[in-house]
């Protein structure tokens, strides 16, 4: 899965060693497997360096990083979770990895928070338990809803909402934009919203219930809903079974500046 385009140009370190003494063998077959980009199998033969050779251990340890670095500047998910999968319980390569993954999902979900939802997916079972995966989620959701999101169409045709974060639980709250039949400006109308994977969050959605005598009736009930992200600008809101119809509502993005 090709997850973002981008020109790069990776530059081949040059070593120079004082040391007359032959690299090992294994090092010199990982450094063909790397100029071929064969990079998972460079990291393999770089990984047998024995430590006592100290006048290639580092090298090769230098040249992991730079193998490490050029996998996920390829973008593409599919290398990037193999590689994580492939080296999840190796004491050399995982805190590398686990390093880089949080660098790369702070870099790049400004740009495009719907790639690091879809990496976080890709690599949750490396980052169980990592310190800073909470409040790398958080600013992952903050991305993405950010601005502006209106109803183009359906029972809320014309409604809007936007979303900001509680100060006390810290979870996202869908908010109305607009005063329009019985949503008032700043109302929450989808609360506690948090992510579950797969491009999938949950919430409670507000309902408003009418009587025989007219009166409307405000609640949240025990039920949650489920929103679906699109794409970058479109969500898909789904009451499932808080309402007994018109149970599906679609937003997109209409401004970035809220």
Same mark, same amino acid.
Request: net charge positive.
């Given at each position: 899965?090709?997850?973002?385009? /981008? ?170 934009? /607009? ?80």
């Amino acid at each position: 899965m090709k997850i973002l385009k /981008k020109s790069l140009v990776i530059a081949l370190p040059v070593f120079v060693f004082l040391s007359c003494n032959k690299p090992p063998e294994t090092y010199e077959q990982g450094m063909l497997k790397f100029k071929k980009q064969d990079y998972p199998g460079a990291i393999e033969l770089f990984k047998l360096t024995p430590a006592d050779r100290s006048d290639w251990y580092d090298s090769s340890l230098m040249m992991i990083n730079y193998a490490v670095d050029s996998i996920f500047k390829t973008d593409e998910l599919s290398k990037i979770t193999l590689l994580c999968k492939k080296f999840e319980v190796d004491s050399l390569l995982k805190p590398i990895l686990t390093k880089k993954i949080k660098n790369y999902w702070s870099q790049e979900m400004k740009a495009n928070p719907l790639i690091t939802f879809n990496l976080f997916d890709s690599t949750r079972f490396l980052l169980k338990g990592e310190s800073q995966i909470d409040s790398l989620m958080r600013a992952n959701e903050d991305a993405y809803f950010r601005g502006i999101w209106k109803s183009p169409k359906g029972s809320l045709k014309g409604y809007e909402i936007y979303f900001d974060r509680d100060k006390k639980n810290h979870l996202i709250q869908g908010k109305s934009n /607009k005063s329009k039949s019985g949503w008032s400006l700043g109302k929450v109308i989808y609360k506690d919203i948090y992510y579950t994977g797969n491009n999938n969050l949950e919430h409670k959605v507000r309902v408003f219930q009418t009587d025989y005598w007219g009166y409307t009736r405000e609640y949240f009930p025990k039920s949650r809903g489920k929103m679906t992200i699109i794409s970058r600008d479109s969500l898909l809101i789904d009451y499932e079974g808080s309402v007994s119809s018109n149970n599906k509502v679609y937003f997109i993005r209409k401004e970035t500046n809220k």
